[in-house]
T-cell receptor, first 114, second 115 residues
Framework: SQQGEEDPQALSIQEGENATMNCSYKTSINNLQWYRQNSGRGLVHLILIRSNEREKHSGRLRVTLDTSKKSSSLLITASRAADTASYFCATDGILNTGFQKLVFGTGTRLLVSP | EAQVTQNPRYLITVTGKKLTVTCSQNMNHEYMSWYRQDPGLGLRQIYYSMNVEVTDKGDVPEGYKVSRKEKRNFPLILESPSPNQTSLYFC??????????????FGEGSRLTVL
């Protein structure tokens, strides 16, 4: 399996601080996506980064991808209490799985305290 | 409004009683997929469908069936539910563009308890 592994499993910070979450995966990928999940709710897509991209921004989100290390990071700047959620990375493989089998990691639980 | 709608949202049932969780999307997406989410295991894919009448197994298909007779609907069928199928289930869909990954749109989830 090329399941992504997020690190840390849980992160607790104060409002205004930056939050960094990491994702490592095992095999070559086409794309890597990040999703957010509020407790017990459906996942919401945040950002997609392709294998030929190194960095991508969307509002307060910054995603990096290092294919040589098979890792990605999600940075949330100036965090807010409303950012409290679980964050998942998802990868699709070139060889064995492809787009059809987007594989999710186990997630990072982020708690932002006011 | 673009939506993926799952029903029921919550269900408690007993072992062996057949049940169906419905999923419908209004975005004309070709691709649909079912996932289950369990603590510490993340989301695991059960089945997916690339288009009408085209379905394939994901990573954990045992004990489940699906059908795709219409583009908008992708029901998940548990013929004989067992307690190990107690989980939070998500349906998701996306458009297919030249084989490239698109963002998945998720339903709100169906929490199933099998006693």
């Amino acid at each position: 399996s090329q399941q992504g592994e997020e690190d840390p499993q849980a992160l607790s910070i104060q409002e205004g601080e930056n939050a960094t979450m990491n994702c490592s995966y095992k095999t070559s990928i086409n794309n890597l996506q990040w999703y957010r999940q509020n407790s017990g709710r459906g996942l919401v897509h945040l950002i997609l980064i392709r294998s030929n991209e190194r960095e991508k921004h969307s509002g307060r989100l910054r995603v990096t991808l290092d294919t040589s290390k098979k890792s990605s990071s999600l940075l949330i700047t100036a965090s807010r209490a409303a950012d409290t959620a679980s964050y998942f990375c998802a990868t699709d493989g070139i060889l064995n799985t492809g787009f059809q089998k987007l594989v999710f990691g186990t997630g990072t639980r982020l708690l932002v305290s006011p | 409004e673009a939506q993926v709608t799952q029903n029921p949202r919550y269900l408690i049932t007993v072992t062996g009683k057949k049940l169906t969780v419905t999923c419908s999307q209004n975005m004309n997406h070709e691709y649909m997929s079912w996932y289950r989410q369990d603590p510490g295991l993340g989301l695991r894919q059960i089945y997916y469908s690339m288009n009408v009448e085209v379905t394939d197994k994901g990573d954990v298909p045992e004990g489940y069936k699906v059908s795709r007779k219409e583009k908008r609907n992708f029901p998940l069928i548990l013929e004989s539910p067992s307690p190990n199928q107690t989980s939070l289930y998500f349906c998701a869909s996306t458009i297919v563009l030249g084989g490239n990954t698109g963002e998945l749109f998720f339903g709100e989830g169906s929490r199933l308890t099998v006693l």
